[in-house]
């Protein structure tokens, strides 16, 4: 903490009674959100713009944030989308070629609140033992009293239907690393690219990325798209993306899904897996304290492959739920919680951690190959049928 800073005085009371206190390194005010931790060394840009992260409160673990700055290539949304950031100290000079400004400036310009000072060991530490918890982040006021009620009023992430607040509004195609309006009407045949409709609950851009370089025309639609209106894009597959909040309170979604089941192929991440799991009879359930990082060691079931990913979820499918002619494909060396399974039947398939990484290790890139050629072995079959 750079001690020349004379910085305003912050507090976070999490909702057992805790209380952690801080400065201000960014903005103002007061927000409300379940605090998790995430133990990536870099990556606070992505972080801050994966949208995953609303209604979150993120305490990063590493304790030094903000010395490579911000850049524009390293956007995984629009903006930032979590509620609040905690470091345990925020560097105000950056080195980094990319770099377009600072972290504080990056958070003032969107208004979100940036905390630095606490005891971030001790509070993960907390949170590791007690579980994820709901908190209040403010610099409005010392009142300790006043913001335990607020928190223990707020509702969490439980049963909220987050999706809606994250996801596009209007279907749009993803070209060279932008946006472009789209209608089904006018999109033309492109000889040898397989068209992905991705179902956006939240898609971070280098998910869309992947699926570009990969050679794919890529065209993502609002997630409360009906069955009908997503193959009126002759889609030759659909990407279930990531997104926040509570898979269980996703029952449109999920019923979406199910109806698509078996009429094209169908890759789930994150979120995406969890609506993949429930749209073939599978429970979720939340996590004490999730996983978000970018050092989870996943294996393989089939092979014994153990591959190191980068992941952002505080819910999972419980496997034993799920149908038995269903594949368990991955699961998590840390505590066995399932992390992909596969329908070959119906060429669905879908992983809990996130293969495109950004930021983190690209050792699960070969999801995106597997995809592919599973839309391209169908393209050959028959011509792209929207009924």
């Known amino acids: 903490m750079t001690l020349l800073r004379k910085q305003k005085a912050a507090l976070l009371v999490l909702e057992d009674g805790s209380v952690f206190r801080g400065e201000v390194f960014a903005g103002g005010g007061e927000v409300l959100g379940e605090v998790v931790f995430n133990t990536g060394m870099t990556g606070y840009q992505e972080i801050l713009t994966d949208p995953s992260y609303k209604g979150q409160i993120v305490t990063m673990t590493y304790p030094l944030i903000g010395n490579y700055g911000i850049n524009p290539r390293d956007m995984e949304s629009a903006g930032i989308c979590l509620e609040g950031l905690i470091v345990r100290e925020y560097s105000d000079f950056p080195s ?18 940036g905390v630095e000072g606490m005891d971030c060991r001790a509070l993960t530490r907390r949170l590791r033992v007690n579980g994820a918890m709901r908190g209040v982040l403010s610099s409005e006021t010392s009142d300790i009293e006043l913001l335990l009620q607020k928190v223990r009023a707020y509702p969490g992430l439980v049963g909220r239907d987050l999706v809606r607040t994250v996801g596009c509004r209007q279907p749009y ?12 009407d006018r999109l033309a045949e492109q ?15 280098n998910i869309l990325r992947c699926l570009e370089e990969a050679g794919c025309e890529v065209v993502v639609v609002p997630a409360g798209l009906s ?15 990531n997104g926040p909040g509570d898979p269980a309170a996703l029952p449109h979604i999920v019923a979406t899904v199910r109806e698509l089941l078996g009429k094209l192929p169908i890759f789930g991440i994150c ?10 009879g599978g ?13 989870q060691p996943v294996r393989q ?22 149908p038995s002619e269903l594949e368990q494909t991955h699961e998590n060396l840390n505590d066995g919680t399932s992390e992909g399974i596969a329908y070959p039947s119906l060429r669905a398939l879908s992983v809990q951690y996130h293969p495109e990484a950004a930021p983190g290790p690209q050792d699960a890139s070969y999801l995106f190959k597997s995809f592919i050629e599973t839309m391209s072995s169908e393209k050959k079959r028959a011509p792209r049928n929207p009924s």
Do not use: M
């Open 173 to 184: 195609r993803w070209v060279q690393g932008c946006a472009e309006k789209a209608d089904p």
């Open 191 to 205: 000889v040898g690219h397989p068209r992905v409709v991705v179902l956006d609950c939240g898609v971070k851009y």
């Open 271 to 280: 979120l995406g897996h969890q609506i993949l799991g429930q749209a073939v």
């Open 227 to 241: 069955s009908t209106e997503i193959l009126s894009w002759s889609p030759d597959g659909l990407l279930l993306s």
């Open 283 to 295: 429970r979720t359930e939340k996590l004490k304290f999730g996983h978000h990082g970018i050092n």
């Open 96 to 113: 980094n070629w990319q770099s377009r400004q600072t972290l504080k400036a990056f958070l003032e310009s969107q208004g979100t609140l």
């Open 301 to 322: 079931k089939r092979t014994g492959r153990v591959e190191i990913t980068s992941q952002n979820h505080g819910f999972v499918v419980l496997p034993e739920s799920l």
